[in-house]
Nanobody, 126 residues
């Protein structure tokens, strides 16, 4: 069993920044790929960013590339999502997730992840 707990999100003005964290417990943290997803009201859950086991490789959705940065601290069993230059369209519930799949064929959809946090609300006002 793997438990993921996201930090509290919040309300931020457009152009502002926010950092989310995801604390993982239950299994060797370094063996998991960790991703961030988000889901806005009335929309499907979408991929945001992911980081490989060692932290050497990252991938981002086009919509956040250049504004968001994912990182991990394997000593603290924590993954971070630094979000800069936030936009109203970034408003969503953000989830972290743990999985085992990485590679050119992996699309990093929700189905590629096995364990999920409970989600945290991020609201960006215009």
């Amino acid at each position: 069993q793997v438990l993921l707990v996201e930090s509290r999100g919040g309300l931020v003005q457009a152009g502002g920044s926010l950092r989310l964290s995801c604390a993982i417990s239950g299994r060797p943290f370094s063996s998991y790929v960790i991703g961030w997803f988000r889901q806005a009201p009335g929309k499907e859950r979408e991929f945001v960013a992911t980081i490989s086991w060692s932290g050497s490789y990252t991938k981002y959705a086009n919509s956040v590339n250049g504004r968001f940065t994912i990182s991990r601290d394997n000593d603290k069993n924590t993954v971070y999502l630094q979000m800069n230059n936030l936009k109203p369209e970034d408003t969503a519930v953000y989830f972290c997730a743990a999985g085992r799949r990485w590679g050119p064929a992996v699309q990093h959809t929700a189905n590629d992840y096995d364990y999920w946090g409970q989600g945290t609300q991020v609201t960006v006002s215009s």
